[in-house]
Structure formats: structure tokens, C-alpha cells
């Protein structure tokens, strides 16, 4: 069965500092990553996506994935956090055994940046 | 523009009432979702459209009704709704596509927070 796993429930990083949050993935076949994040009582905005091709990826606000087919891991990556960056991140992978509609959610994890 | 809409931005009913989330999208997305997200939680799929069929039913209770009238409406029908459906409905699109060129990420709404008394 598909699955992404989010491991930490909360990440907590000073502003400035790097910041990562870790998601591992098993799939069948070639995995479709993606990161979104929500912010409180908002939907799910896109960050990024691996799909194919060089195994860092770049996206929006600064934010930065890299595939490790090795250790089947995409985490997320930013060089110096910002308060503004603090809220629930998901990642998710799509499920090739249902087309193309099926995405899988990883348990999502709390970023916390601390002035 | 990448925005998809959802109306209303709350919503509070009873048990008996029947009432409607809808949903808008126009970036010429062919596919089209509803995802129930408790708080804390991840989004639980529950029904996909691809051009305006339904696609996928992810074993929702038939209280919950989906209709897609059109490529850029969908509508989620609520009747006899439980306390335990309390929740925020998320309704979100993107391009369909076979293969690598066709994983699409997802645009979402910013969802109904419905609450069932």
C-alpha cells in the first residue's frame, strides 16, 4: 500500500536558523511528491512537487525538497526560517494505483518558528 | 488566476436540515474534489470528479450527496448529518494527466466549517 510518513508532530527552529521538516514515502513505481502547507482555518496551499528530474527541488516562499530515492525520503528545507513560516505542513504522494486523483496525506507536522 | 472558491465560509445545521456547500474553480481544471479535514488531521478524500463524472467515492455515507453541474462547479448536498460531521469541507481542483507529465499538484479552497448540532 502507498503511504508518506511524517515522523515529528512538531518542529520548532529560531527564526534565522535552517529549518527541515521530515517525510518519507513508500510507493510502488516512480513516486509524485508534493508539499503543501495550511495556515489556521485556511485550505492547503502547493509548495513544491518532485515528479521527475533533478532531485532538489525548488518552490515557493524559499522553500526547497530533496529526493533521496536511497532512503525513500522528500523532506523540506529552508536555509532561514520566518515567523511567517509557522504552520502545518503535509506531504503528500499520489497514489498511481488510482489514476491520477488519489493523493496520499502524510499526519502533517506543526512548524513552529520562535522569534 | 489560481483560486478556487468556496461558499459559505461556515456553516452551522441541524440534524434534519438539508443545506449545500458549493465550490468554484476557473483555471480550466478538469478534475475536481471534496476532502473532510478534522482539526490537527490530514484532508480524507471523499469524492473526485474528472471531467464532471464521479470518479472516485471513497465509501461516504449517503448523507453526504456530490453533483458537478459543470466543469467549474461542484456541489456537496448535506442532509441528516451527524454530530460527527463537524468538520471543515475542503473542495479543491487540478489538472488531470496520465504519467509523469500529469501528476498536477491540487488548488484548494479555503473550506466550509460546517458544524452539525
Known amino acids: 500500500a502507498q503511504s508518506v510518513a511524517q515522523p515529528e508532530d512538531q518542529v520548532n527552529v529560531a527564526e534565522g536558523n535552517p529549518l527541515t521538516v521530515k517525510c518519507t514515502y513508500s510507493v510502488s513505481g516512480n513516486p509524485y511528491l508534493f508539499w503543501y502547507v495550511q495556515y489556521p482555518n485556511r485550505g492547503l496551499q502547493f509548495l513544491l512537487k518532485?515528479?521527475?528530474?533533478?532531485?532538489l527541488v525548488k518552490g515557493s516562499y524559499g522553500f526547497e525538497a530533496e529526493f533521496n530515492k536511497s532512503q525513500t525520503s522528500f523532506h523540506l528545507k529552508k536555509p532561514s526560517a520566518l515567523v511567517s513560516d509557522s504552520a502545518l505542513y503535509f506531504c503528500?504522494?499520489?497514489?498511481?494505483?488510482?489514476?491520477?486523483?488519489?493523493?496520499?496525506f502524510g499526519t502533517g507536522t506543526r512548524l513552529k518558528v520562535l522569534a | 488566476d489560481t483560486e478556487v472558491t468556496q461558499t459559505p465560509k461556515h456553516l452551522v445545521m441541524g440534524m434534519t436540515n438539508k443545506k449545500s456547500l458549493k465550490c468554484e474553480q476557473h483555471?480550466?481544471?478538469?478534475?475536481m474534489y471534496w476532502y473532510k479535514q478534522k482539526a490537527k488531521k490530514p484532508p480524507e478524500l471523499m469524492f473526485v470528479y474528472s471531467y464532471e463524472k464521479l470518479s472516485i467515492n471513497e465509501s461516504v455515507p449517503s448523507r453526504f450527496s456530490p453533483e458537478c453541474p459543470n466543469s467549474s462547479l461542484l456541489n456537496l448536498h448535506l442532509h441528516a448529518l451527524q454530530p460527527e460531521d463537524s468538520a471543515l469541507y475542503l473542495c479543491?481542483?487540478?489538472?488531470?494527466?496520465?504519467?509523469?507529465?500529469?501528476?498536477?499538484?491540487?488548488?484548494f479552497g479555503p473550506g466550509t466549517r460546517l458544524t452539525v448540532t
Open positions: 479543491a481542483s487540478s489538472s488531470p494527466g496520465q504519467g509523469p507529465s500529469g501528476a498536477y499538484e491540487q488548488y
Open positions: 503528500a504522494v499520489r497514489d498511481p494505483g488510482r489514476g491520477t486523483y488519489k493523493y496520499i
Open positions: 483555471m480550466g481544471h478538469r478534475a
Open positions: 518532485y515528479i521527475t528530474g533533478d532531485n
